[in-house]
């Protein structure tokens, strides 16, 4: 879908939610996922929750700008 030799702006759209984001989703789920070895939960401290709360505070955000919800919604602009 594009026009001679300059991609259109659903071309970039595409192109970058196919690899980069898909991906980064994925590695993001594993890591989460495998939470029980990585640290070992020996080595838990109080800054891996607050690490934790601020990886869920920026996946949150990435969840409302994808949905408009929260400071993203319709009614908060």
């Given at each position: 879908m594009t026009?001679?030799?300059?991609p259109t702006a659903l071309d970039a759209?595409?192109?970058a939610q196919a690899q980069e984001a898909l991906e980064l989703a994925e590695r993001i789920e594993a890591a989460?996922?495998?939470h029980d070895t990585v640290p070992?939960?020996?080595?838990?401290n109080w800054g891996?929750?607050?690490d934790m709360n601020e990886t869920?505070?920026?996946?949150?955000?990435?969840s409302d700008?994808?949905?408009?919800e929260g400071d993203y919604s319709p009614?908060?602009?």
């Amino acid at each position: 879908m594009t026009t001679g030799t300059q991609p259109t702006a659903l071309d970039a759209y595409m192109a970058a939610q196919a690899q980069e984001a898909l991906e980064l989703a994925e590695r993001i789920e594993a890591a989460i996922a495998n939470h029980d070895t990585v640290p070992a939960p020996e080595q838990i401290n109080w800054g891996h929750v607050g690490d934790m709360n601020e990886t869920i505070r920026q996946l949150r955000e990435i969840s409302d700008r994808l949905f408009a919800e929260g400071d993203y919604s319709p009614q908060a602009k």
